[in-house]
């Protein structure tokens, strides 16, 4: 990517609504290549296709001007959900830097004919999809009323998502030191019904990361989708970090801070000394 991750994130926006035109030959050897490569901090594979919906008769009923999609699946172990949505994302984030518009999509596919076109087997599970295309100049009046209605442009107050040393100190941006920009991208970043169950406490070099559930997200078939969203949020905080020379690992070490009961210890975030 030649522009800057910042730039990129705050470029993307989820898109429904698409002008029609096929993918350019340049730009598809640059996705398939892409898509081989894509990878993620905890080592998980994920297996990524490019699906025609005419083929394996794919359906969204919010999606128009697109017969393409990217899908994915994932085994079902532990933390696979967060690499799923860390390496979406950043396959996301790539098209975005060449011109092409994706949106995640979970309830409103056609799931059936997704899953088997995925080839999914009883041990994985494929939690979205996403259309590809060069996004159209104008949204569908739908489009326009679903974003209008998650508030798909607003985000939660830095302070509100992001703590220090504890969820009884709210962090604000001046104090975040090394990770201000990386925790205002991990802001940004799109959620499931833009819920933005992203949470996280800075304790000196290291940063915590949890899970804010939202009760309308659970008992899904699927897995946690919410954990999908964790993932892209960690996408964005590394990914940032990484552009300006800083490296880290994500480690399972869980400080045992005091939580409420609707939020859930997922990671946490060292930076190599």
Known sequence: MDTSVKEIIRRRKSVRTFSGEPISPEDRQKLDEFLKKVDNPFAIPIEFRVLDAKKYGLSSPVIIGTDEYVAAKVSRIPQSEIAYGYSLEKFCLFAVSLGIGTVMLAATISRGAFEKAMDVGDTEVMPV???????????SVRERLMRKGIKADERLPFDTLFFENSFAQSLSPERAGIFRDALEMTRLAPSAGNKQPCRAVVCENRVHFYEKKAK???????????KVDIGIALAHFDLTLQEVGITGRFVVEDPGLETDDQTEYIVTYEVNC
Do not use: C, F, V, W
Not at 216 to 226: F, P
């Open 129 to 139: 999809a996403s259309p590809i295309g060069y996004p159209s100049e104008k949204r």
């Open 216 to 226: 309308a997200m659970q008992n899904n078939s699927l897995g946690d989708i919410q």
